[in-house]
């Protein structure tokens, strides 16, 4: 049902044109309205606006995407109290150095694990210890059947006989300062034996191929006590090093990453006791009134925001009504629902689709509704988009928007890379927090 809250303009059409110009679409941004050439001759002129549009919020599941030669490594746990319990790890091959060897009569020293933080990002609590473990895999990384490239739930087993090759804690995260992290190896054994093939030039360490087959690759994982993931370059390099006896010549072979294709984040996530628990791959779609009044949008880690309007077409049965003029969505996030450590995207796109789900194209203009933050009033945060041009064709098409689940998907320009999240607010919502949908309309008397 639409309540229309009518601001009727009967003005010559070059006044009414000026009139536009200082209409105030929102508290941010000022209205630029084309009024077309839809006008009758010698006509008075109505505009009406109306903010009351129902729109309808829900959650829909994401299954699987792809995360093969990710942008970085997404390295850790954390556990937020609305998404849920939230793991990453990263899956990688190692290959030989590209030149040099080991003198003989070379002393072994040690081996290490070497990261490197992507300091633009990282998300959850720096504040807290952080944690992270190696461990060596079972058998090489080679892309499953009927497979392309590697996904999200894709994972490998780990070798049992190295168990864990080795992990670190830090006290405190400082992405802006802190440059590398590094991974001793437990022990002596993976890294001298290695020490030794190389040696003895061993036929394991001829070739890349056997190389892998005999250091068939890395998980790097996070602790469950964590409350942080933390972001690398893809840049890895395992350092074995050694020194000549006499001589004080301490050095070190850097074995560095390999083949981009397979290398890989495992990304899960527990919903347990969140409001979209029961979101799965059997109950794909849940309806804000089902999640407090709300819907969850972490593409990363399984969930899109749908919006649709099922009362689009209202509009055609008012009276004189011409045509759409100018109409603006505003996604607003739900109070408290974001914190210094469970940021909001930077931006969020807005993607076609239906009653499948499926991504479809972005709305006319390929806008990023990039992130305003309302420090005045704190009811303004949130996204701003032009929908005029998906709403004047949506309302051409008889019913669809009711049978076929026309709507729009809220998602990141970087969806697989980021866990940033949103908890967007419908209709229900109070003061001030729910999405909105502005329309200028235009009508004849």
């Known amino acids: 049902m639409i309540l229309m809250r009518k601001r009727n303009l009967y003005l010559p059409l070059t006044i009414f044109l000026s009139y536009l110009l200082s209409i105030s679409i929102s508290s941010c941004q000022k209205a630029t309205i084309n009024i077309g050439n839809d006008f009758i001759a010698n006509t008075p002129t109505t505009l009406v606006f109306t903010d009351t549009l129902s729109t309808?919020?829900?959650?829909?599941?994401?299954?699987?995407?792809?995360?093969?030669?990710p942008a970085a490594l997404l390295i850790g746990n954390y556990?937020?109290?609305?998404?849920?319990?939230?793991?990453?790890?990263?899956?990688?091959?190692?290959?030989?150095?590209?030149?040099?060897?080991?003198?003989?009569?070379?002393?072994?020293?040690?081996?290490?694990?070497?990261?490197?933080?992507?300091?633009?990002?990282?998300?959850?609590?720096?504040?807290?210890?952080?944690?992270?473990?190696?461990?060596?895999?079972?058998?090489?990384?080679?892309l499953f059947p009927n497979q392309s490239f590697f996904y999200n739930k894709d994972s490998f087993s780990y070798n049992p006989a190295t168990a864990v090759l080795g992990s670190t804690t830090l006290p405190n995260i400082r992405p802006g300062v802190i440059d590398t992290l590094a991974v001793t190896l437990n022990g002596d054994s993976t890294g001298k034996d290695l020490f030794d093939k190389l040696i003895s030039g061993a036929?394991?360490?001829?070739?890349?191929?056997?190389?892998?087959?005999?250091?068939?690759?890395?998980?790097?994982?996070?602790?469950?006590?964590?409350?942080?993931?933390?972001?690398?370059?893809?840049?890895?390099?395992?350092?074995?090093?050694?020194?000549?006896?006499?001589g004080g010549n301490y050095t070190y072979l850097s074995f560095s990453f390999i083949n981009p294709l397979n290398e890989f984040n495992n990304i899960s996530v527990n919903r347990t006791g969140t409001a979209i628990a029961?979101?799965?791959?059997?109950?794909?779609?849940?309806?804000?009134s089902a999640t407090g009044n709300a819907g969850y949008d972490q593409y990363i880690t399984g969930s899109m925001v749908k919006i649709t309007f099922p009362y689009l077409q209202n509009l055609l049965v008012l009276k004189n009504f011409v045509k759409i003029v100018k109409a603006q969505l505003l996604v607003k996030p739900v109070k408290n629902s974001f914190v210094p450590f469970y940021q909001l995207p930077a931006q969020l796109t807005l993607a076609q689709t239906d009653i499948t789900n499926v991504i479809g194209n972005d709305i006319p203009g390929g806008q990023t509704g990039n992130?305003?933050?309302?420090?005045?009033?704190?009811?303004?945060?949130?996204?701003?988009?032009?929908?005029?041009?998906?709403?004047?064709?949506?309302?051409?098409?008889?019913?669809?928007?009711?049978?076929?689940?026309?709507?729009?998907?809220?998602?990141?320009?970087?969806?697989?890379?980021?866990?940033?999240?949103?908890?967007?607010?419908?209709?229900?919502?109070?003061?001030?927090?729910?999405?909105?949908?502005?329309?200028?309309?235009?009508?004849?008397?």
């Open 56 to 69: 309808q919020i829900s959650t829909v599941y994401v299954d699987s995407f792809i995360t093969s030669a």
């Open 203 to 246: 036929a394991e360490i001829q070739t890349n191929p056997a190389f892998l087959n005999y250091f068939k690759g890395l998980a790097i994982s996070g602790s469950s006590s964590n409350s942080l993931v933390g972001s690398f370059n893809d840049t890895v390099q395992m350092r074995l090093h050694y020194h000549t006896p006499g």
């Open 371 to 445: 992130l305003f933050y309302d420090y005045l009033n704190g009811t303004g945060t949130g996204y701003t988009y032009d929908i005029t041009g998906y709403l004047q064709n949506q309302i051409t098409i008889p019913d669809l928007n009711n049978i076929y689940g026309f709507g729009l998907l809220l998602l990141p320009p970087n969806q697989t890379d980021i866990l940033n999240r949103i908890v967007v607010g419908d209709i229900r919502q109070t003061q001030n927090y729910a999405t909105e949908v502005q329309i200028y309309y235009a009508a004849v008397q």
């Open 278 to 288: 029961a979101l799965s791959s059997t109950n794909r779609v849940l309806p804000s």
């Open 79 to 142: 556990v937020d109290p609305l998404f849920g319990a939230v793991s990453s790890r990263s899956f990688l091959q190692l290959g030989l150095p590209a030149s040099g060897s080991i003198p003989v009569g070379s002393v072994y020293d040690s081996t290490e694990i070497i990261l490197k933080f992507n300091k633009k990002y990282y998300y959850g609590d720096t504040t807290k210890p952080y944690t992270i473990t190696v461990n060596q895999l079972a058998a090489p990384i080679t």
